[in-house]
């Protein structure tokens, strides 16, 4: 007797998002630097058509995407509203860590007392 696997396997990813549980860790991440900002966001995810996931970063305040990320075939990418940027890198920290370098203004800053 012969198996037929009739699906794609993705082992590195959750089968309800495309994303990794270390990619959602990293977006979580940065959604708490932004709320500490004091920009309130939220995240919408999905996959695409094609199986390829996708994410965003929702402004509270006004419903707006402020920042869109993909994987397609393997390769991350993201495009930030605020300039209209166009990241790609091999991994989620990578592209999030350009895009705060980026826009410092979401970044928290200490206070004195800390």
Not at 21 to 39: P, S
Request: charged share 25%; hydrophobic share 40%; aromatic share 8%.
């Amino acid at each position: 007797m012969t198996v037929v696997a009739l699906y794609r396997s993705r082992p590195d990813s959750d089968n309800r998002t495309g994303w990794s549980n270390q990619e959602t860790a990293e977006f979580y991440r940065v959604a708490d630097i932004m709320n500490a900002a004091g920009l309130a966001v939220s995240l919408d995810f999905g996959v695409s058509d094609e199986g390829d996931p996708w994410l965003v970063f929702i402004r509270e305040e006004t419903g707006d995407v402020i920042a869109h990320f993909a994987k397609i075939d393997g390769e991350f990418i993201a495009v930030s509203s605020l300039n209209h940027e166009v990241y790609k890198g091999k991994n989620v920290r990578q592209i999030v860590d350009r895009m705060l370098a980026s826009h410092p203004a979401v970044i928290p800053q200490k206070s004195n007392g800390s």
